[in-house]
């Protein structure tokens, strides 16, 4: 079965410093890879995913994330945090694309951007 | 193109009564999913739809419940709610099976009291 580990259900980063927000998974399969970003009263939206090819994917407002898969990892970063980045992350996983299986999001990460 | 339209956007109700909600997805998606979102459990797979069909469920009991319309709307129902279903409950919709895009809704927040 599939899972995701968030590392942190709070992280907070001063405005202007490193982002990086933590995420691992377990899938029996190459896996398909997802951040997405969730603002206060608001559904959420796609950041960025890795599918194949590039294990660096570059995604909006900054972010980038790496596939590792010697250490099953998928890490968020943004190299300089704005204030409007103070949301809710979700990291999720499926195995495939056509949707036979169901993506699984982790339990989230809430980022607060110190002034 | 409008987003994804959940209704209502709050709802309280009282344990034991049912409650429906609705979900119009972007025209032209015909796969619809389904979460439960609560603080510290993060986002819950619920089912999902497509083509009226029901492609995949998780492991919530059988008083949640969905179904899809022709037109690719989507409504789910809660019977005999618990304390325990207070949730945001949101809804996805993507272009086609592939999936490998989520467009959400702002969800409906649900507290039974």
Not at chain 1, 9 to 18: D, Q, R, T, Y
Not at chain 2, 53 to 82: A, D, I, Y
Request: net charge positive.
């Amino acid at each position: 079965a599939q899972s995701v580990t968030q590392l942190g259900s709070h992280v907070s980063v001063s405005e202007g410093a490193l982002v990086l927000l933590r995420c691992n998974y377990s899938s029996s399969v190459p896996p398909y890879l997802f951040w997405y970003v969730q603002y206060p009263n608001q559904g959420l939206q796609l950041l960025l995913k890795y599918t194949t090819g590039a294990t660096l994917v570059k995604g909006i407002n900054g972010f980038e994330a790496e596939f590792k898969k010697s250490e099953t990892s998928f890490h968020l970063t943004k190299p300089s945090a704005h204030m409007s980045d103070a949301a809710e992350y979700f990291c999720a996983v499926t195995r495939t694309l056509n949707r036979d299986d169901k993506i699984i999001f982790g339990k989230g990460t809430r980022l607060h951007i110190l002034p | 193109k409008a987003g994804v339209t959940q209704t209502p956007r709050y709802l309280i109700k009282t344990r034991g009564q049912q409650v429906t909600l609705s979900c119009s997805p972007i025209s032209g998606h015909r796969s619809v999913s389904w979460y439960q979102q609560t603080p510290g459990q993060g986002l819950q797979f619920l089912f999902e739809y497509f083509s009226e069909t029901q492609r995949n469920k998780g492991n919530f009991p059988g008083r949640f419940s969905g179904r899809q319309f022709s037109n690719s709307r989507s409504e789910m129902n809660v019977s005999t709610l618990e304390l325990g279903d207070s949730a945001l409950y949101l809804c996805a919709s993507s272009s086609d099976r592939g999936g490998e895009k989520l467009f959400f809704g702002s969800g409906t927040q649900l507290s039974v009291l």
